[in-house]
Nanobody, 126 residues
Framework: QVQLVESGGGLVQAGDSLRLSCAAS????????MGWFRQAPGKEREFVSA????????RYADSVKGRFTISRDNAENTVYLQMNSLKAEDTAVYYC???????????????????WGQGTQVTVSS
């Protein structure tokens, strides 16, 4: 089992940047595919980005491609989401998630993620 704790959210203006962090504890961090999801008020949770165990493969939602960058530091048991050129529509609670399924290399599918953090609020004012 793995425990996930997100940090780095806050209130920023449109065009600003934020870096979210997700610290993991428990079993070997490098054995998990990691993902970021978000949920805006009144909307369903949606995929944002994912990264493979080694960090060599990544995925992004079209809405964030070119603005967000996911990375991981397996030595520090942490996954990051660098968010640049933030827009008001990026306002949401951002969740970190981990998939321990062996056949998953990197996935955008929420159902494949077994562990979730508590979320961190990102608010972008226009």
């Amino acid at each position: 089992q793995v425990q996930l704790v997100e940090s780095g959210g806050g209130l920023v203006q449109a065009g600003d940047s934020l870096r979210l962090s997700c610290a993991a504890s428990g079993r070997t961090f490098s054995s998990y595919v990691m993902g970021w999801f978000r949920q805006a008020p009144g909307k369903e949770r949606e995929f944002v980005s994912a990264i493979s165990r080694s960090g060599g493969s990544t995925r992004y939602a079209d809405s964030v491609k070119g603005r967000f960058t996911i990375s991981r530091d397996n030595a520090e048991n942490t996954v990051y989401l660098q968010m640049n050129s933030l827009k008001a529509e990026d306002t949401a609670v951002y969740y970190c998630a981990a998939s321990g399924r062996l056949r998953v290399v990197v996935t955008t599918t929420e159902e494949y993620y077994d562990y979730w953090g508590q979320g961190t609020q990102v608010t972008v004012s226009s």
